[in-house]
DNA sequence: TTCTAAAATTGAGTCAATTCTGTTTTTATG
DNA sequence: CATAAAAACAGAATTGACTCAATTTTAGAA
């Protein structure tokens, strides 16, 4: 019924993570206190860890946002892949990277990867593990999609493959986001001279 | 030379990586206290932060002497490869992968992946990043090995090639790290169904 | 409307990493 | 030897994430 508790609930969670979203930004992952953002959001330091686990959380909320919207920018891509392997799968990493710095900056990124691997079952940590298995997962959608449209060997491993590739370009990011100077177009030629190998050998 | 005090501060370097080693094993990452680690190795707080930036930064130096390990071990298998190549990578990536858990638990592998990410311009951070370029340099030297004896292909980007096997391995190993419960061998049996496709593509 | 149990909020208190400042030890020099 | 500068040390103070017991708010029954 929607009641006046759910309703509060709701909206302190949106203050919670728009507050902690700016701070993040402004103040980067460690100099934003949990005392700023509480005060921002306009509830006390209890309320924030009645609502997350601890400040990793917070941020996971928001990494969620950024890579569901690269997994839906995604889909497009499977179901329409250029008529070309190569770009194909230039398209779709092309789409993942471009997306990523929408919301996260570098340095939220690199606290958000922390985080994953030091606590991997905290909330964040089990979040984290599978929207990389979903991005996996779409990457092996395309190449199945390529194999249908004849562009791709009927006898290739599939989820072999599609490991392989997204976790290439994983490392890649990670490196990416760990240099502050790094840009994308010099990741995105690194990753295609990278799968151009993969591309010569599973191509028909 | 060598005058005392340059002996007594080589002394306490090796004093505290002792006892935080033996503190991180036991008591794990976080539940090794820098105050037991102080106590443990007779010197005060104030010295270890005097030696290290901060806490990771020891952790840092067990991870280092362990990589250092791998890699010289690594260096048998590029002077003589396996006549074969899926072998031969399987033989490196075994030799990685089988030494990784001597010195550091699952535990301490996670913390230290996790610091690099989070502190990529730390002391640590600097030397980790280091170190994962040795292992693709590594990774590179055998294909080139390879390419000599004729099993791979000249006209092969071995750049591309070994930083395509490392990342990959790489991220396989971090899932490993991350999961208690997974075993050496699915590991190493996982990379090879990966490496497969691309021993395909190179072999001549 | 009034009352009660459950749910949620609060903020002072705890704990551990890191910093800071005064003291001690070592080295170099006359 | 004495001594002053430099280096290293010690541990108390600070800081900030997280906890918890007390208080307040809400939902629903009478």
Do not use: C
């Not at 509060?8 to 460690?30: C, P, S, V």
């Not at 006390?44 to 839906?72: C, F, P, Q, R």
């Not at 791709?152 to 491993?157: E, S, T």
């Amino acid at each position: 019924m929607s009641g006046l508790r759910a309703r509060q609930k709701a909206d302190r969670h949106r203050r919670i993570i728009e507050a902690a979203a700016a701070l993040f930004r402004e103040a980067g992952y460690e100099g934003a206190k949990i005392e700023a953002i509480a005060a921002q959001a306009e509830v006390s330091v209890g309320t924030i860890y009645n609502y997350y686990e601890n400040k990793g959380d917070i941020l996971g909320a928001i990494v969620s946002l950024e890579v569901n919207e690269v997994l839906n920018a995604g889909r497009g891509v499977v179901a329409r892949p250029p008529a070309n392997v190569g770009d194909a799968l230039d398209t779709l990493v092309g789409i993942y990277i471009e997306h990523s710095l929408h919301y996260l900056s570098k340095e939220m990124w690199r606290q958000a990867m922390a985080i994953s691997t030091q606590l991997p079952d905290s909330p964040f940590g089990q979040a984290y593990t599978a929207l990389d298995r979903s991005l996996t997962e779409q990457i092996r959608a395309l190449i199945s999609r390529l194999q249908e449209l004849g562009l791709v060997r009927r006898d290739i491993d599939g989820a072999a493959l599609g490991e392989l590739i997204f976790n290439n370009m994983n490392m890649m990011f990670i490196e990416f986001v760990k240099r502050d100077e790094a840009r994308i177009p010099e990741l995105r030629a690194a990753i295609r001279r990278q799968n151009r190998i993969l591309v010569a050998a599973i191509g028909v």
